[in-house]
C-alpha cells in the first residue's frame, strides 16, 4: 500500500506499462520516495528482484520488507558502484521519478519551501556538500545569476542576484523567509508564489548538483539495462526533461547523434512514447503537484555487435 502521506506517486499506471514489468525480472527504482512506485513494481513481480536507491535518510521509516526487495541509501549517481557491489548483472528496466516529495516539501525543518520559516539547508541528504545558505551568502555574482537564470528560468537574473548581495552585506541570510523578504521587491504583483517556487526550486539543483547527478545516472543506464530493457524518467523542470529527451534520441544529454560509416544514427535507445505523457485531469484534481510531470519511456536496443 502507497504511503500518500508522505509521496503520492505520479503517473503510476503509465510508469508501471512503461516498464513493461514481467514477473522475473530484475528492475530498479531509482528514487523510492514513500515507495508507491516500488510497491507496485513488487506486486507484480514473482521471483523478480527490486533494488531501490534514495539519499534521504527519511525513507527508512517507509521500507518495504521483502526478500526480494533491496534498499540502497544513497544518490543514483552511484548507481554503478553499488550494483557492482552486490554483483547485480544487467536490468530489465530502470525508473527514476526525478521531483521533489511531499514530505520533502511540506517538512519545514529541511528548508525546501518558501512557506516554512526554517534554516536555508536544501540538502536531499543532510550533513552531507554545500547548503543554501552557504550558497546564498557566499556565491558570486556570477553563480547567483547562473542558477537563478538557468534553474528557475527567471528573467533579469542580475537584478535578483544584485538584491541577495546587497542585503547580504548587510546580515547573512540564514532563513528561509529571510530569504523571502530578501526577494520580495522583485516579484510580479499576482505571481509571488510562482517567482518563489521557481528561485527555491532552482537553489535546491545547486545543493543537490541534481543536473550532474542525472547525466552520470543516464550514462550508466547505456551499461546497465539490457538490451529490450526499458528506462522510464518522470522529470518536472525543463531542464531535466530536455537531458532525458537528448539522452533517449541521441545518447547523450548533448542531443549530439554521432553516426555510422553509412549515416545510420549510433543510438543506445529508442523512444517508445515519441510524444511525452502528461498526467490527465482526474490525477491532476487528485495530486495538483503532478502539474509539471513529464513522462519518457525509452527502449534499449541491441549493441552493434549483437545485431
Not at 544584485?162 to 547573512?172: A, F, G, H, L
Not at 543536473?211 to 538490451?227: A, F, S, T
Request: aromatic share 8%.
Amino acid at each position: 500500500m502507497t504511503n500518500s502521506n508522505y509521496h503520492i506517486p505520479v503517473l503510476l499506471k503509465e510508469s508501471m506499462a512503461g516498464l513493461a514489468l514481467h514477473p522475473e525480472g530484475i528492475y530498479l527504482d531509482l528514487t523510492f520516495g514513500g515507495g508507491g512506485h516500488s510497491r507496485e513494481i513488487l506486486s507484480i513481480l514473482d521471483k523478480g528482484r527490486l533494488i531501490a536507491f534514495d539519499q534521504d535518510p527519511d525513507v527508512k521509516d517507509h521500507l518495504i520488507l521483502d526478500e526480494r526487495f533491496l534498499f540502497i541509501n544513497h544518490n543514483f549517481r552511484f548507481m554503478h558502484n553499488f550494483l557492482y557491489y552486490y554483483r547485480v548483472g544487467q536490468v530489465d528496466g530502470v525508473l527514476a521519478d526525478l521531483g521533489v516529495s511531499s514530505h520533502q516539501l511540506d517538512k519545514a525543518v529541511r528548508g525546501f519551501s518558501y512557506r516554512f520559516d526554517a534554516p536555508l539547508d536544501m540538502r536531499m541528504s543532510p550533513g552531507i556538500g554545500e547548503n543554501a545558505k552557504e550558497i546564498i551568502n557566499e556565491a558570486s555574482r556570477e553563480r547567483l545569476i547562473r542558477i537563478i537564470r538557468d534553474y528557475g528560468e527567471i528573467n533579469r537574473a542580475g537584478y535578483w542576484a544584485d538584491q541577495i548581495i546587497r542585503v547580504r552585506e548587510s546580515s547573512p541570510i540564514k532563513m528561509t523567509h529571510q530569504l523571502v523578504e530578501c526577494m520580495k521587491p522583485l516579484l510580479k504583483k499576482g505571481k509571488e508564489n510562482k517567482d518563489l517556487s521557481r528561485f527555491f526550486q532552482a537553489l535546491r539543483i545547486e545543493v543537490n548538483q541534481e543536473m550532474d547527478g542525472l547525466k552520470e545516472m543516464l550514462k550508466q543506464c547505456v551499461n546497465w539495462i539490457r538490451p529490450g530493457g526499458r528506462l522510464v524518467v518522470l522529470s518536472y523542470h525543463s531542464i531535466e526533461d530536455r537531458l532525458v529527451k537528448n539522452f533517449i534520441n541521441a545518447g547523450n544529454t548533448e542531443g549530439i547523434v554521432n553516426k555510422d560509416f553509412f549515416g545510420n544514427k549510433l543510438v543506445p535507445f529508442k523512444a517508445v512514447n515519441r510524444k511525452v505523457i502528461l498526467p490527465g485531469d482526474e490525477e491532476l484534481a487528485k495530486n495538483p503537484r503532478a502539474k509539471s510531470a513529464k513522462l519518457r519511456i525509452a527502449e534499449r536496443l541491441p549493441d552493434e555487435k549483437e545485431k
